[in-house]
């Protein structure tokens, strides 16, 4: 079954305590990213990689970092969190970007910072 | 950068009305354009799109249009049905695989069908 899997699905962390959520697919998809929705403010993107080792700054990168050693995962990493980067966040991944193939996200992991 | 806005916020009809959600966006350069709904807790799924060399296109109760002109884009969605009360999303890209072609999303409308 084609998926998207994220981990964790609920985190609650205290303010500047390092944090990874994973994110793994299984459809072989060359085109990964992370995006944060918040209320109001519908999906952001806030980083994307097109390949192995290539990634690039979405619309709101600040406080995240990410990685691409492999083809399959894609972590996304808070060295310093923050209370304001308590959000819902999806990880996705799609065969070319937004070029009109679908785009799958996972389930979503919901982040509480305190 | 490309910007996409979204009408309205959130709306309400009686089950069997029309439901209408409009989006424009600023870059005209755009040529990719999905709608994806958000039912509570769950994740966004793809339910039509359309290319910037189609006008119209529809699937069962649900249709979208595409201006071009006017840079704006709508959702239809008839003889409403209460699961069809969730968070609609627009989004439009360029669409450039090697360049990112990465979509930009629209904030997004509550849709609430009553019974």
């Known amino acids: 079954e084609a998926q998207v899997t994220q981990n964790p699905r609920y985190l609650i962390t205290v303010t500047g305590k390092k944090l990874t959520v994973t994110c793994s697919q299984n459809?072989?998809?060359?085109?990964m990213s992370w995006y944060r929705q918040d209320p109001g403010l519908g999906l952001r993107q806030i980083y994307y990689?097109?390949?192995?080792?290539?990634?690039d700054k979405g619309d709101v990168p600040e406080g995240y970092k990410v990685s691409r050693k492999e083809k399959r995962n894609f972590p996304l990493i808070l060295e310093s969190p923050s209370p304001n980067q308590t959000s819902l966040y999806f990880c996705?991944?799609?065969?070319?970007?937004?070029?009109?193939?679908?785009?799958?996200f996972g389930e979503g992991s919901w982040l509480t910072v305190v | 950068g490309e910007n996409v806005e979204q009408h309205p916020s959130t709306l309400s009809v009686q089950e069997g009305d029309s439901a209408v959600i409009k989006c424009t966006y600023s870059?005209?350069?755009?040529?990719?354009f999905p709608w994806y709904k958000q039912e509570l807790g769950k994740r966004p799924q793809l339910i039509i799109d359309?290319?910037?060399?189609?006008g119209e296109k529809k699937d069962q109760r649900i249709a979208v249009t595409l201006n071009k002109t006017a840079k704006h884009f709508s959702l239809h969605i008839t003889e409403t049905q209460p699961e069809d009360s969730a968070v609609y999303f627009c989004?439009?890209?360029?669409?450039?695989?090697?360049?990112?072609?990465?979509?930009?999303f629209g904030q997004g409308t509550e849709l609430s069908v009553k019974p």
């Open positions: 359309i290319r910037s060399n189609v």
């Open positions: 996705a991944s799609s065969s070319q970007g937004g070029t009109g193939n679908t785009i799958y």
């Open positions: 989004a439009a890209s360029k669409g450039i695989y090697n360049q990112g072609g990465k979509l930009i």
């Open positions: 990689s097109m390949n192995v080792e290539v990634t």
């Open positions: 459809m072989n998809h060359e085109y």
């Open positions: 870059d005209s350069a755009s040529n990719y």
